[in-house]
C-alpha cells in the first residue's frame, strides 16, 4: 500500500496520523483532567504538566503537518447518501478546527508571560504572541471546555464509524484500518 | 445680621473643607509608586514573592493629629502576579482567591497609634475570600515633602503576617507546614490632594 492517498483509499501517512492522534489527543485529555487535581507534594504534579505541554506541542505541529497533507492529497470517496456526504465533510473540517482550537488556546496560556513551550527538554518553541498576564485564566477556561467538547465531538465521530461498519456495513471504518475490502465482498 | 451668618458659615465650611483636604492623599497608582507584596516560603527552602498589580486606595493623615490617620485600599485580586502563568491562573482559582466570587479585598483602617522613631502601628478591617477579620499592620514613615511637579507627596511602608488556614484557602494545607504563613508588605505613596 502506498503512502499517499487515493480517490478510494488511505495512504499509511494518514492512517498513521489518524490514530497517532488519536491515541495521544485521548491520552493527554485524560492526563490533563488527571492533573488538574494533583496533590502539590505529587511526585508528578509538575511532570504531568511539561508531557501534557510537550505531546500537545508535538500535536500541533503535527496538526500543521496533517492539514498540508490533507490539501496535497486525494480524499477517498466518502460513502452515504448526498446529505451524509455533505454533513460528513463539514464534521471533518470541524475536527481540524476544533483540535487548532484546543491546542492553540493550550499554546496561548503557558507563553501568556511571553516565555516559550519546553517540549521534552528537546528544545523550546518560542512564544510568539506578545505576554498578556491574565489571559492564561481566560484561555485556561475555554481549553478546558473546547477539550471536554472535542471528546463529545469525538465520541460521535466513533458512533459514526461504528453505524457505518456495523449498520451500513460499509468500509469506511476498515479504510481507516488499511483494509480495502469488507469480508462480506468477497463472498 | 443675616448676611454675616451665611459668610460665616461659609467661610466655616470652606475652613473645614481646606482643612480636610489638606491631609488626604491618593495613593499613585498611576505612577505606580505603590506595591502590594506577598512573600511565602517554597517548601522551607526559599521564598516565592508576589504581588498584586491592581489596587486604589486613599488615605489621610494630619501631623498634628496623627490618631485620627485613616487608610482605605481595595485590591483587585484578579492582577496577582507571581511571574508564572500556571501559577497565577492558579492562584486565581477556587484553590485560593476565587476571583470570579471574591473580585475584590479591602483594609479599612480603625485606628493608628504612633510609636515613636518614625514607627507606627495601624489596625483595620481586612477582607479577603469573603473572609473579614481584624489585623495589626507594623508601619513605618517613610518621607514626605513637596515633589519636583509641584505637589506634595507622602509615604508609609507596612508589614505583616496573615496565617492562611485564617482565610478561606482551600489548598493552603497542601502547601505543607513551612508555608502556613504569608507575609504581606506594602509601600503606598499619597498624593496630596
Known sequence: MSLRNSHDRFGWVSITIHWLMAAAIIGIFVLGVWMVDLDYYDSWYHKSLWVHQSIGMLLLFLLVFRLVWRLTNPVPEIMGLWWEKLIAIWVHRGHYLFMFAVMVTGYLITTAYGRGVDIFGWFEFPALLAADKGRETTLGF????LAWGFMGYIGMHAGAALKHHFVD???TLLRMLGINKNRGDEK | MKLKLLLGTALLVLGISTSAMAEDYVIDKKGQHAVIQFK????????LIGRFNDFDGTFSYDEKNPSAAKINVTINTASVDSNHAARDKHLRSPDFFNVDNYPTSTFVSKSFKELGDGKAELTGTFTLNGVTRDISIDVKHVGHGPDPW??????FEGTTTLTLADWNIPFA?????????VELYFSFEGVKQ
Do not use: N, T
Open chain 2, 173 to 181: 494545607p497542601k502547601l505543607g507546614p513551612a508555608s502556613a504563613e
Open chain 1, 142 to 145: 475555554w481549553h478546558m471546555l
Open chain 2, 150 to 155: 509641584g505637589g506634595y507627596r507622602r509615604g
Open chain 2, 40 to 47: 511565602i516560603a517554597h517548601l522551607g527552602y526559599s521564598w
Open chain 1, 169 to 171: 456495513r460499509d468500509i
